[in-house]
């Protein structure tokens, strides 16, 4: 869900900084098209530069040659006119402008246009200067006044709506994040649930309705496939015992017919071992099916497991075991009492396949060691040999695929994979966690670890 969280996030992030940048270029953009413009306009030639360059020119009682030809190749002209408002110097001047003027036509053209020039002036001892530019080169605001209180307050009200519009981009990004979870997280949940292999009824209403009927239907496609598998391996398993039983007792009593052949004896009992490793693998087979689909019911109770190790270890030891391999048990103090509540047939069941990991894997012998220790939550068994191990990436396989495991048996004992894919069913039935060490030449090592039943 996190993981989910986190693409929207990067999504809706992504569109922010995009917004961000688009403002950033499009300043840009407006800084690269009129800065020329405005140095240009507003550099030595402007009409407040211009005017105070000629005004200091006429003060000295003539224009200077190198004023003259700014004037020429800007095409602006001017006029000085005394208080009467007559024309008593000009530069440039063209046939159209009047050189007479009244108080009303001063006051007029002062702040805006003389046929159609933009005019500027500048109040001097001698009169009035006067500029003009060319036509269409400035467009004047003849009424440009405005509030003092408005211009101050100007740069503030930029700044805080710049200020509101981040801020409300971030509410959207935050709002809509947090719908598109909201919405999203009940049809996570139900993928994640389906991948487990369990099947899911989600209800939702509105836009996401079709992917939410979609997620049903493949629940349903997937627990028919489920069911069906299930009941064939049960159906399978069910019509290979009969068989196997016969074959096996068969085996049996030619192995023990003292009338055949030792050859004859020998590879009944082969036959026999052998049959008794596939029932033993139809079994596990069986048993890892109803786990797995949870059609196997557990039957929890307090177990201690300092007694059901022990147990465990009579019986293997009374069963008989090679003499090459020998089992060593080692319960710790502080888990002498420890107790979980767990079905006790299927725990034993998986430390037992366990230790025939070892014992089929060392043929040349081993020890087996059956450890238990607790903390103050949980409860650890730790199945261990000191045998030939595996390799790095075999124990990979090994976690990542226990069931396809190839076996390294020549008689093709398969019970390796199988047999640790049923553990991790069991382990995983009792909400507990299972640990794999092995090196090769150094030993294979297993921890299964459970919580304390609370008592």
Same mark, same amino acid.
């Given at each position: 869900m996190k993981a989910f969280g986190k693409y929207i996030s990067k999504y809706l992030l992504s569109f922010f900084a995009f917004?961000?940048? #688009?403002?950033?270029?499009?300043? @840009?953009?407006f800084a690269l098209t009129f800065s020329g413009i405005v140095s240009k306009e507003y550099g030595s030639v402007?009409?407040?530069?211009?005017?105070?360059?000629?005004?200091?020119?006429?003060?000295?009682?003539?224009?200077?040659?190198? $004023?003259?030809? +700014?004037?020429?190749?800007?095409?602006?002209?001017a006029m000085l006119l005394d208080a009467s408002g007559?024309?008593?110097?000009?530069?440039?001047?063209?046939? +159209?402008?009047?050189t007479q003027y009244t108080i009303q036509d001063v006051a007029v053209f002062s702040k805006g246009y003389l046929q159609d020039y933009p005019v500027f002036v500048r109040n001097m001892d001698n009169g009035l200067l006067v500029l003009g530019y060319p036509k269409d080169s400035f467009m004047k605001l003849t009424g440009n006044y405005f509030p003092v209180r408005a211009i101050r307050l100007f740069p503030?009200?930029?700044?805080?709506?710049?200020?509101?519009? *981040?801020l409300l981009l971030f509410l959207v990004y935050y709002?809509?994040?947090?719908?598109?979870?909201?919405?999203?997280?009940?049809?996570?949940? &139900?993928?994640?649930?389906?991948?487990?292999?369990?099947?899911?009824? #989600?209800? *939702? $209403?509105?836009? @996401?309705?079709?992917?939410?009927? &979609?997620?049903?239907?493949? &629940?349903?496609?997937?627990?028919?496939?489920?069911?069906?598998?299930?009941?064939? *391996?049960?159906?399978?398993?069910?019509?290979? $015992?009969?068989? @196997? &039983?016969?074959?096996?007792?068969?085996?049996?009593?030619?192995?023990?017919?003292?009338?055949?052949?030792?050859?004859?004896?020998?590879?009944? +009992?082969?036959?026999?071992?052998?049959?008794a490793k596939i029932k033993d693998l139809v079994q596990d087979l069986n048993l890892v099916s109803q786990l797995e689909y949870e059609m196997q019911p557990l039957h929890k109770e307090p177990v201690r497991l300092s007694k059901l190790?022990?147990?465990?270890?009579?019986?293997?030891?009374?069963?008989?075991?090679?003499?090459?391999?020998?089992?060593?048990?080692e319960?710790?103090?502080?888990?002498?009492?420890?107790?979980?509540?767990?079905?006790? $047939? #299927?725990?034993?069941r998986a430390i037992g396949n366990l230790v025939q990991n070892g014992i089929n894997h060392n043929p040349q012998g081993c020890d087996i060691f059956l450890l238990l220790d607790c903390s103050s939550e949980n409860v650890s068994i730790t199945v261990a040999d000191n045998g030939v191990g595996m390799s790095v990436e075999k124990l990979r396989e090994l976690e990542e695929k226990p069931h396809y495991m190839e076996s390294t048996d020549e008689r093709l004992?398969?019970?390796?994979?199988?047999?640790?894919? #049923?553990?991790?069913?069991?382990?995983?039935?009792?909400?507990?966690?299972?640990?794999?060490?092995?090196?090769?030449q150094n030993g294979y090592k297993t921890v299964l670890t459970f919580q304390k039943a609370s008592l």
């Open positions: 917004a961000l940048v #688009l403002l950033l270029i499009n300043i @840009l953009a402007s009409p407040a530069n211009m005017l105070e360059a000629v005004a200091a020119d006429l003060s000295a009682s003539c224009i200077s040659e190198e $004023r003259s030809q +700014e004037l020429t190749h800007n095409q602006i002209w007559r024309c008593i110097w000009e530069a440039f001047l063209p046939e +159209e402008i009047p503030l009200f930029v700044t805080s709506i710049l200020a509101i519009d *981040i709002f809509s994040k947090r719908k598109i979870s909201k919405n999203t997280e009940p049809i996570m949940a &139900s993928i994640k649930t389906l991948s487990a292999g369990k099947p899911v009824d #989600l209800s *939702i $209403r509105g836009e @996401l309705s079709e992917i939410a009927d &979609s997620v049903n239907q493949a &629940s349903q496609v997937l627990s028919r496939q489920n069911q069906a598998r299930a009941n064939w *391996i049960s159906g399978v398993s069910h019509d290979i $015992r009969t068989p @196997l &039983s016969m074959i096996m007792g068969y085996a049996q009593r030619i192995a023990g017919d003292h009338g055949a052949s030792e050859n004859i004896q020998q590879e009944a +009992e082969i036959i026999r071992v052998q049959s190790l022990r147990s465990y270890a009579a019986d293997l030891l009374n069963a008989g075991i090679s003499e090459k391999h020998t089992v060593e048990v319960i710790s103090s502080e888990a002498e009492t420890a107790v979980i509540d767990c079905d006790a $047939r #299927l725990i034993s004992d398969l019970r390796h994979g199988l047999g640790l894919l #049923l553990v991790m069913q069991i382990v995983k039935a009792h909400d507990g966690t299972i640990k794999i060490e092995s090196a090769p």
